[in-house]
């Protein structure tokens, strides 16, 4: 089954420990984002990569960094997470952003940080 | 930079009724998406609209875009309560890699 993966759904943290959120495809797409969902602003994209060590930032790229090693994998890290970006999380793929082609969203991750 | 905007931001309607979802954004793009959101779920992808004058239906949704005016409406035809979720448009940033996506409207179809 095509899908996107994230993983935890879930997770409380304090601020300043470090964390790691995965992402994974497994529809060999070159395009994969992140985004953050905050009630009345909609999703704003935080990072986005085109392929396998080629990243780039969205619009709201503080305190966040991004890999992408693996075509299939796009972890977000929060090095010193703070309580601002407490919020639901979303990646997505699409095997390329300029293609008439929909992009698949993951199924959130939750965060708090306390 | 380009800004998008939807509205209304919420919608409260009757089973049967007809009603229409705006997104405007400001500057030129060469894509526009619809997406579904249910309470507590992921984003479910509905319609890409890549070209003025086009025009997508899928059941009682129908989406369309006017270029020139900057301007996508989502449509419901006789709304039914499965169709309740909020409906997010997103907009591509022209020869950029990016997506920017409006407030998001929260659609309640009451029976």
């Known amino acids: 089954e095509a899908q996107v993966t994230q993983n935890p759904r879930y997770l409380i943290t304090v601020t300043g420990k470090k964390l790691t959120v995965t992402c994974s495809q497994n529809?060999?797409?070159?395009?994969m984002s992140w985004y953050r969902q905050d009630p009345g602003l909609g999703l704003r994209q935080i990072y986005y990569s085109m392929n396998v060590e080629v990243t780039d930032k969205g619009d709201v790229p503080e305190g966040y960094k991004v890999s992408r090693k693996e075509k299939r994998n796009f972890p977000l890290i929060l090095e010193s997470p703070s309580p601002n970006q407490t919020s639901l999380y979303f990646c997505a793929s699409s095997l390329f952003l300029a293609a008439p082609d929909e992009q698949y969203f993951g199924p959130g991750t939750r965060l708090t940080v306390t | 930079e380009l800004k998008v905007e939807q509205n209304p931001l919420f919608l409260s309607m009757q089973e049967g009724k007809n009603y229409t979802i705006y997104c405007n954004y400001s500057t030129t793009s060469d894509r526009l998406y619809w997406y579904r959101q249910d309470p507590g779920k992921s984003l479910e992808s509905l319609f890409v609209?890549?070209?003025?004058?086009a025009v997508k239906q899928e059941g009682r949704l129908m989406a369309s875009l006017d270029t020139k005016a900057r301007l996508s409406t989502l449509h419901i035809t006789a709304a039914v309560h499965d169709l309740s979720a909020t409906y997010f448009c997103?907009?591509?940033?022209?020869?950029?890699?990016?997506?920017?996506f409006g407030q998001g409207t929260r659609l309640t179809i009451n029976p």
């Open positions: 529809m060999n797409h070159e395009y």
């Open positions: 997103a907009v591509s940033v022209q020869g950029a890699q990016k997506l920017v």
């Open positions: 609209l890549l070209s003025n004058g």
